[in-house]
């Protein structure tokens, strides 16, 4: 009983002496206030020129001859933006049937009535377009003073890649940055080869276009032919990589995915304020990402840099070159022809630490 009596006391004379205080106003007290704070969304927006409202009527089409359509788009929105393009809604058919048509496809022609029976039609003229596509950025309004900045050819001629191989496939063009403007060159070029099977045919199909925010879907790094030249393209050898990221925190936080590699290599962002990207400056201004040997899957780091990366090239260099987080020292300049087994950026890339205001 004298031991509760004594906690009792005890928590009394606490009590009592904390409301002593309480009540004399003897508080050593501090405030700081942030005001103002406020949260805003951008936007994602891109308007393409006078052209995105014309249908393409490509007339009397014949085998080896070859159409052109361009596009400029403007992301007119307050971020960056990864650009992608689908052909799809396409559809075959066929408009007017001739004498060799007719025997192509294996039927009779009746000459008294123009007629043709018991034929097999074919009508997927979409196996026999041949696709060309290059884009190419500028800082500017391409017809007027724009410069341009990155370019690259996706489709050559000689890459043989037919209309039917890509309907609704989601083709990335490359990443805008605010304000700036993306040329996409186009051409369509019929088959020299093409049969009389596909006279009079006809295909149709829609074009979209689509803008993302980045971080939403990854880079892809390909192999390139002439990647330091005029003319840069892919070489679609199934030599690939992967890479996605977060576009803003305060780590680089990635995951990169490799195919075809063998060896070490070094993932490095080649940032280049004036958009030269000139080799005197590449130890200066290539930050190392990561260093990897052999193929890698879902490989996933966070890299503290300190610093923005803003329309930086991303390339998987063969070799070992600096530290992760620093630059890429040892980085030498290519002799001759461009290492088969370097891996190049197919849009350019932006990068905010968070930690940077």
Request: glycine residues 8%; contains cysteine.
């Amino acid at each position: 009983m004298k031991k509760i009596l004594k906690s009792i006391l005890i928590l009394t004379l606490v009590i009592s002496s904390a409301y002593g205080v309480a009540k004399s106003g003897a508080w050593f007290t501090d405030e700081e206030q942030v005001l103002g704070n406020r949260i805003d969304t951008g936007t994602i927006d891109i308007a393409v020129n006078e052209l995105s409202n014309t249908q393409m009527n490509l007339i009397d089409m014949k085998p080896g001859q070859v159409d052109y359509l361009d596009y400029i788009i403007h992301n007119t929105g307050s971020n960056p933006a990864n650009i992608f393009k689908v052909l799809y809604n396409n559809d075959h058919f066929n408009v007017d049937t001739s004498e060799p048509e007719c025997l192509a496809e294996g039927g009779t022609w009746d000459e008294s009535t123009s007629e043709c029976s018991s034929n097999t039609p074919i009508d997927n003229l979409g196996t026999q377009i041949k696709y060309d596509m290059r884009v190419e950025l500028y800082n500017g309004n391409p017809d007027t003073t724009g410069e341009r900045i990155w370019w690259e050819t996706i489709y050559l001629d000689s890459d043989d890649v037919k209309l039917s191989t890509l309907w609704n496939d989601k083709m990335s063009l490359g990443m805008v940055p605010a304000g700036w403007y993306l040329k996409v060159m186009q051409s369509y070029h019929m088959d020299e080869e093409a049969g009389n099977e596909y006279q009079g045919d006809a295909l149709t199909f829609d074009i979209r276009f689509e803008a993302e925010q980045l971080g939403k879907s990854v880079l892809v790094l390909e192999n390139k032919y002439e990647a330091n030249g005029a003319d840069p393209h892919h070489v679609w050898d199934g030599i690939s990589a992967t890479l996605g990221y977060s576009v803003r925190d305060r780590t680089f936080d990635y995951s990169l995915t490799t195919a075809g590699i063998s060896g070490d290599y070094t993932l490095i962002a080649w940032e280049s304020p004036d958009n030269s990207w000139t080799w005197a400056d590449r130890e200066s201004e290539a930050v190392v990402l990561a260093h990897i040997s052999g193929n890698v899957t879902g490989l996933q780091d966070s890299v503290e840099l300190n610093r923005n990366l803003i329309n930086a090239k991303v390339w998987l260099v063969p070799g070992n070159f600096g530290t992760v987080g620093g630059l890429a020292t040892g980085f030498t300049e290519w002799t001759g022809s461009m290492p088969t087994d370097t891996l190049f950026d197919t849009g350019l890339m932006d990068y905010y630490d968070a930690d940077i205001y």
